[in-house]
């Protein structure tokens, strides 16, 4: 079996949990192979008991069987970016701070690795975004699990984004900006915005404005087979393009298209997980004290 590690990085008190994970996949001699950048801050620190290589690139990973996601849930959206297409089911171990998408406690990590091993998780596919645009961006990887974005820059007037459904004018919207969010996303930046938490398996995207100057418009929540494009207006030479924590500047020249990635993202969980605990747990949705 072999499995990939990836992380931006721990601090100095989380080598011991680490060196746990280490140990656990070890003991079930488990081939690992892991993010070299990662690698270069701990390799000197730690010994690693197993045969083990490194990765840099997505070509890199050839036969692996799942990928470990060590951080919060911005290191776990790097991971997919190295996954792609593959099929490799990505698990998000939570040393970040809310651990929406990664999350499986420090403390379970013996539940986590027994799981892989006896191949008893579950497998929570996930759709993506695809973005077309006519002029190369984000090196190639032009996919996000969360969300897409049209933003001003800084302190600029606010934007006029004109929004295109499969052809047909849907409005304009004069705002700070858009949001396109999959199922998955509907509980990150686009609820923080006032849009509705939509179910994973629901098939829609939700489209969610940023500080409209509209009282009359509100999230809007769509079929995913749907395409989206727009064209965008503004007094500054240029505006932020964002898939997920990845940015882009682009001129108002560029043409921007979202529909249906091709493909989906399988995220491992264990059996004893499902959405609506993860939404009560890590959203306290629906808390009262009075319950």
């Known amino acids: 079996m072999r499995i990939a590690i990836y992380s931006r990085g721990l601090e100095g008190e989380q080598h011991d949990d680490l060196k746990l994970l280490l140990a656990e996949l070890a003991r079930y001699k488990i081939e690992m192979v892991i993010f070299q950048n990662f690698f270069n801050q701990f390799y000197s620190s730690i010994d690693i008991p197993v045969k083990y290589s490194t990765f840099n690139s997505p070509e890199d990973l050839v036969d692996i069987d799942c990928i470990i996601s060590l951080g919060g849930d911005g290191t776990l959206l790097d991971a ?5 297409n593959k099929g490799i089911p990505v698990l998000g171990i939570n040393y970040g701070r809310l651990g929406f998408l990664a999350s499986i406690g420090k403390d379970e990590l013996h539940l986590a690795v027994k799981a892989l091993v006896q191949h008893t998780f ?3 596919k996930r759709t993506l975004l695809h973005l077309d645009a006519n002029m190369p961006l984000f090196n190639g990887v032009a996919y996000a699990l969360n ?4 933003h001003k820059k800084d302190t600029s ?10 052809g047909e004018f849907l409005n304009t919207y004069w705002a700070d900006g858009l949001i396109v969010s999959t199922p998955t996303g509907s509980t990150g930046y686009s609820l923080s915005c006032s849009g509705p938490v939509v179910f994973p398996e629901s098939a829609s995207f939700v489209i969610t404005p940023v500080s409209p100057h509209n009282l009359n418009i509100r999230p809007l929540v769509i079929p995913d087979n749907t395409i989206l494009s727009f064209e965008v207006e503004g007094r500054t030479d240029g505006f932020l393009c964002t898939l997920d924590s990845r940015r882009e500047i682009v001129t108002k020249e560029v043409l921007l298209a979202i529909r249906k990635e091709a493909f989906c993202i399988n995220l491992v969980r264990l059996n004893e997980r499902n959405f609506l605990q993860t939404l009560r747990n890590k959203l306290s949705w629906g808390l009262d004290k009075r319950n």
């Open 80 to 84: 997919i970016t190295y996954v792609g």
């Open 122 to 124: 579950m497998l929570d």
């Open 147 to 150: 969300e897409f974005t049209i």
């Open 157 to 166: 007037p606010m934007i006029k984004i004109h929004t295109y459904l499969n």
